[in-house]
């Protein structure tokens, strides 16, 4: 099993709510960081683990993956061969 740092594109379910001059960013309930608006140009600001790059939002997560193994019936083995 080998661990591997994978980016997610997730713009589309990105939420932003507008408070004290600021949009506030949420993915699901959680925020994940805002957007500053002021005349000299918005500035935004993430959570560690996500990215804003070419209008889009990105995610970086950690996942598992098991390139080597197969699944074969081998019958008294359980399978693994």
Known sequence: MVL???RLEVTGRIVGK??????QLFDENEQIGRILLNQSGNIVELKNGYA???NKIY???T???SPDE????CGSESGWC
């Open 52 to 54: 804003q790059e070419q």
């Open 18 to 23: 507008l408070a004290n001059g600021e949009v």
């Open 63 to 65: 996942v598992t993956t």
């Open 59 to 61: 995610k970086y997560v």
């Open 4 to 6: 591997e740092q994978k």
């Open 70 to 73: 197969k699944y074969v019936d």
